[in-house]
């Protein structure tokens, strides 16, 4: 570990107390390695990396192999004086993973993969509990779980292919089947985050425990900030016998928002469903793949029947798609009988399973769709918020028109085309970078809160004293100072980098 701080600083370490090198730690400072785990998936942030222009490249990468190495590498980056970024998937939308430059952070930053640490420990089939390091990554977890013990976590985020659990963690994050198995929250039991005064555990693990409060509350939504998350012990539940997919078409988009609020009220909705505006709807209809003559002419005349007969409008009509889960086809049959009835009331028609089963596949297309677009120049991103049902139509409306105004505004010569999807429900350039701003003001001041599932980072640091009383934010910074008192993890996410 010495000669990895030797080669991130480019000479001695600063302290001669520093652990020996251990087989349990690999390191690299290969320029391309570096490079590859010094940025997100930001727009702004896939467009410097294409333009060669990232503000800072990581001095070294390190892989620990267990978890009494992570515990290693951060006692010798605090006796160096180094700065230590977590990564856990390379999946951030926020600028978390966007690294200091060096007049605000002078010090050598060295990321910490957790890439390594990505076992399942243990599974609890009796108490339905899997104790599971952080590293472990969503797609090969759930495959993991799902063929080892036949058991599931149930959160499946947007970034599901590549994300990993210690990052669902650091975020607070929330998944496609929430309404399901909850989000992150309700998912994790206890956390184990080493940070430089020590390591974070919870000794009791019960499913509800009333002895103070409880400090992984801190954990989740920490963004890095405190320590490293090196594993996890969460809820497992069995993998359900019966899935099935479905989809609704409204008229509109106040039909459709109104159904989807009676479907909350009533306790109906399914393990997904979500509502997509026109103009997301028609870009997914032209992306529908070729089909063949007859199913094209079958296509032909269920739209013949939707817009003659039943008088929707193609430039109004919206959809909704959705995935019930279930032990038997009994289970769907109930879900599907206290759902469809409320659609019917606000004008939804059901369409076909394969619509449902498409529309639901192409969530975790939009990225692989965003970066295809940068290569025609299209700069395309996605953001998400929270809001009371009240607030839904006039923050779309609002967020769309700030949009729209601000791009007119810098002689954009095109209207940016936007689109707004509902999801979640409960029962209660710089130019680029500048009308993006601009939205998120308008999200805050249309009600919305400043994120729901994509965490703050670096992106949205800004509007934390808004969000959030002077006390609150000091109380924040004052766990930080004690848990990090000479602030190894400076990474300048959700609180400012200089305390």
């Known amino acids: 570990m010495a000669q990895v701080l030797a080669d991130a600083d480019g000479g001695q370490p600063s302290s001669s107390n520093l652990p020996p090198s251990s087989v349990a730690i690999k390191h690299s400072v290969d320029p391309v390695t570096r490079i590859h785990h010094s940025h997100g998936h930001t727009c702004r942030e896939v467009w410097q990396l294409r333009k060669g222009q990232l503000p800072r490249v990581a001095d070294a990468v390190v892989w620990p192999l267990t978890e009494d190495?992570?515990?290693?590498?951060?006692?010798?980056?605090?006796?160096?004086?180094?700065?230590?970024?977590?990564?856990?998937?390379?999946?951030?939308?926020?600028?978390?993973?966007?690294l200091p430059e060096r007049d605000a952070e002078p010090r050598p930053i060295v990321v910490v993969s957790m890439a390594k640490l990505n076992a399942v420990l243990d599974v609890d089939t009796v108490n339905m509990t899997a104790?599971?390091?952080?590293?472990?990554?969503?797609?090969?977890?759930?495959?993991?779980?799902?063929?080892?013990?036949?058991?599931?976590?149930?959160?499946?985020?947007?970034?599901?292919?590549?994300?990993?659990?210690?990052?669902?963690?650091?975020?607070?994050?929330?998944?496609?089947?929430?309404?399901?198995?909850?989000?992150?929250?309700?998912i994790v039991i206890s956390v184990t985050l080493v940070t430089p005064t020590g390591t974070v555990v919870k000794d009791a693990v019960v499913p509800r425990i009333s002895a103070g409060p409880d400090i992984h509350h801190l954990v989740l939504g920490s963004e890095g900030t405190l320590g490293i998350i090196t594993s996890a012990i969460v809820k497992v539940r069995p993998l359900p016998a019966v899935r099935k997919y479905g989809a609704l078409i409204f008229p509109d988009f106040d039909a459709g928002v109104a159904a989807m609020y009676d479907i909350?009220?009533?306790?109906?909705?399914?393990?997904?469903?979500?509502?997509v505006d026109n103009n997301q709807f028609q870009m997914g209809q032209a992306l529908k793949p070729p089909t063949s003559w007859f199913a094209s002419a079958i296509a032909a005349a269920k739209k013949f029947y939707v817009l003659s007969i039943k008088g929707f409008e193609a430039d109004t009509m919206v959809a909704a798609t959705l995935l019930f889960l279930g032990n038997?086809?009994?289970?769907?049959?109930?879900?599907?009988?206290?759902?469809?009835?409320?659609?019917?009331?606000?004008?939804?028609?059901?369409?076909?399973?394969?619509?449902?089963r498409r529309g639901y596949a192409l969530t975790f297309m939009i990225a692989y769709i965003r970066d295809l677009a940068f290569q025609y120049c299209f700069l395309a991103e996605s953001f998400e918020t929270s809001v009371p049902w009240s607030g839904v139509r006039h923050l779309c409306t609002s967020v769309k028109a700030a949009i729209v105004d601000a791009a007119a505004a810098r002689s954009i010569p095109r209207e940016?085309?936007?689109?707004c999807r509902v999801t979640q429900t409960y029962d209660t350039g710089a130019c680029f970078d500048e009308i993006e701003h601009i939205a998120r003001v308008a999200i805050l001041d249309a009600g919305g809160s400043i994120s729901h599932h994509h965490g703050i980072g670096k992106h949205r640091a800004s509007f934390m004293p808004h969000v959030q009383s002077p006390a609150a934010n000091a109380a924040l910074r004052a766990v930080k100072r004690e848990l990090d008192p000479t602030n190894v993890f400076a990474s300048g996410n959700v609180l400012p980098a200089k305390l």
């Open 69 to 98: 190495a992570v515990a290693d590498v951060v006692a010798a980056a605090a006796a160096a004086d180094v700065v230590l970024m977590p990564y856990g998937g390379g999946t951030s939308v926020t600028n978390a993973l966007t």
């Open 131 to 186: 104790t599971i390091q952080a590293g472990a990554v969503g797609a090969v977890l759930g495959k993991e779980l799902a063929d080892g013990w036949g058991v599931t976590m149930g959160h499946e985020p947007d970034s599901y292919e590549f994300s990993t659990l210690g990052g669902w963690i650091a975020t607070r994050a929330s998944g496609m089947q929430k309404n399901v198995y909850g989000n992150i929250e309700d």
């Open 264 to 275: 909350a009220q009533a306790h109906a909705a399914p393990a997904s469903i979500r509502l």
């Open 328 to 356: 038997s086809d009994a289970d769907i049959a109930a879900q599907e009988a206290a759902l469809y009835p409320i659609a019917a009331r606000h004008g939804g028609m059901p369409a076909d399973e394969e619509n449902g």
């Open 416 to 419: 940016p085309f936007v689109t």
